[in-house]
């Protein structure tokens, strides 16, 4: 059989096609695959706090820094309003953060207090920034020890100035 008959041709063509983009498609999931698994190794390795929230004020992935800081599991956090955590002396400042995220401005070194498990406030110094108008992504460090070793430091000074003006 020197010629392949045009029903042939067409049948090898689609074939060859389809597995063309049966390969194409594989090689897509694996690097979709890796890049993933190189993404949670990241986010399980950083000792901060990452965050993906969306637009809305709801937690979508952190990781396990959350855990050690706060003292809920990620269960108990993802799909839960972040809002709902922030001491109510800190929520309208936090509102108007998001709103400027909301409006695709990025937050750089943004303090406020979130309620730990156990009923006590941790300082919480962020940076934010939006993605694609639907998503914040955010990184933030407790700072709960270092604000309240400032705090103890400027109540030491303001006794000294006192006691240094008294005996003058």
């Given amino acids: 059989m020197d010629e392949f008959s045009d029903e042939l ?14 390969l194409w498609r594989i090689q897509a999931e694996q690097l979709l695959n890796e890049k993933s698994e190189e993404l ?14 969306d637009m809305n004020g709801y937690f979508r992935r952190l990781n396990s820094a959350w855990e050690s800081t706060l003292g809920y599991k990620i269960s108990e956090l993802v799909g839960q309003k972040f809002l709902d955590f922030v001491h109510p002396d800190d929520l309208q400042q936090t509102v108007n953060a998001l709103a ?8 750089l070194n ?11 406030y941790r300082w919480i ?14 990184a933030a460090r407790d700072i709960t020890e270092t604000k309240k070793i400032t ?11 006192s006691l240094l003006r008294i005996s003058h």
């Avoid at 041709?9 to 049966?22: H, M, P, R, V, Y």
């Avoid at 949670?40 to 929230?53: E, G, K, P, Q, T």
């Avoid at 400027?100 to 937050?107: A, C, H, Q, V």
């Avoid at 110094?125 to 955010?138: H, N, T």
């Fill in 125 to 138: 110094e962020w940076r934010s920034s939006p993605y694609l108008g639907k998503y914040i992504y955010a």
């Fill in 40 to 53: 949670n190794r990241f986010f399980s390795l950083a000792l901060d706090l990452l965050c993906i929230a």
């Fill in 100 to 107: 400027e995220l909301r409006e695709d401005k990025p937050i």
């Fill in 9 to 22: 041709k067409s049948f090898l063509e689609t074939t060859a096609s389809e597995i063309g983009s049966s």
């Fill in 151 to 161: 705090d103890e430091l400027r109540a030491d000074e303001e006794r000294l100035e």
């Fill in 110 to 120: 943004f303090v406020n207090r979130y309620r730990h498990k156990d009923g006590s």
